[in-house]
């Protein structure tokens, strides 16, 4: 492997163990040659070659920034399929409902366990905004400060790998969440907003207070509840598919509101 390769790898797993996210500053670069242990020549080329690949932002007179994560470009690419199938087939949103159910027992548990005090803030900044546009009816505003609730928990998590697979999820998340959001408010039991937001604000409470098991057990069953509420919806639609389709003469023949007409005997008396 050449030096710079090297260096490379070396700059990408300080990221990691640093955990920077996107837009935040890189040491400098004599700061990172000496934590590195290498020249600041090679961090310098390791800066332009990331920089060529839009992991890393330079910028004049002011350091170089993360852009964006190394694990997120591979990720969207291979996401984007996806987005296609659950425009022509929703019921793909159940198997992105199994893949949160998977990755956000996780988040949640380790958000329970790790959340600093400024993530603590922000999950609940989140939640508070979901709440308001709840409240006005702004159907999609409110879809999508769900899913960003989701991910700041998730970015509480503090596990780098998580939480590019969530963001990069985004997109399908917030389509999902909407198509579930309209279909449960507008054809489910008035109640159902009600319920999901006791179910948000649990979640939230679980990682708030550090209570990891709490925090895992809230988000199942949330997410078991969306699912259970979506198949019963659309069950519901099917049967209402089905009927439409039945053919004339199979319909129910219904009794006329009026009386026959008399019989030729009847009407000549």
């Given amino acids: 492997m ?22 935040q500053r890189l040491p400098a670069e004599r700061r990172l040659a000496e934590d590195l242990g290498v020249s600041r020549t090679s961090v310098r080329e390791a800066i332009q070659k990331l920089t060529s690949q839009g992991i890393l932002a330079s910028r004049r007179g002011d350091g170089t920034y993360l852009q964006t994560h190394p694990t997120a470009e591979w990720l969207r690419g291979a996401m984007e399929p996806l987005a296609g199938l659950i425009d022509s087939d ?6 992105v409902l199994e893949t949160r159910h998977a990755l956000e027992t996780s988040t949640a548990w380790l958000a329970a366990q790790r959340a600093t005090a400024q993530d603590k803030t922000h999950i609940r900044r989140c939640f508070n905004v ?29 596990n780098l790998v998580l939480v590019q697979v969530m963001h990069s999820l985004f997109t399908l998340m917030l389509s ?56 019963r919806l659309d069950e519901d639609a099917a049967r209402r598919e089905r009927s439409m389709r039945l053919p004339v003469d199979l319909a129910p023949t219904l009794l006329p509101d009026t009386e026959p007409p008399p019989t030729d005997a009847e009407s000549s008396q």
């Fill in 176 to 231: 999902t969440v909407e198509r579930n959001r309209l279909d449960m408010f507008r054809l489910s039991a008035p109640q159902t907003l009600q319920e999901l937001t006791q179910q948000h604000e649990d979640l939230m409470l679980a990682v708030l207070e550090g209570d990891p098991q709490r925090a895992r057990s809230s988000i199942g069953v949330h997410l078991e509840h969306v699912r259970a509420t979506i198949v």
């Fill in 2 to 23: 050449r030096l710079a390769d090297h260096v490379v790898e070396k700059v990408l797993a300080l990221v990691q163990s640093r955990r920077l996210q996107p837009g």
């Fill in 130 to 158: 979901m709440l308001q546009y709840q409240r006005s009816g702004h159907a999609e505003l409110a879809a999508r400060a769900d899913a960003q609730f989701h991910l700041a928990i998730a970015e509480a998590s503090h």
């Fill in 90 to 95: 929703p019921h793909y949103r159940y198997d």
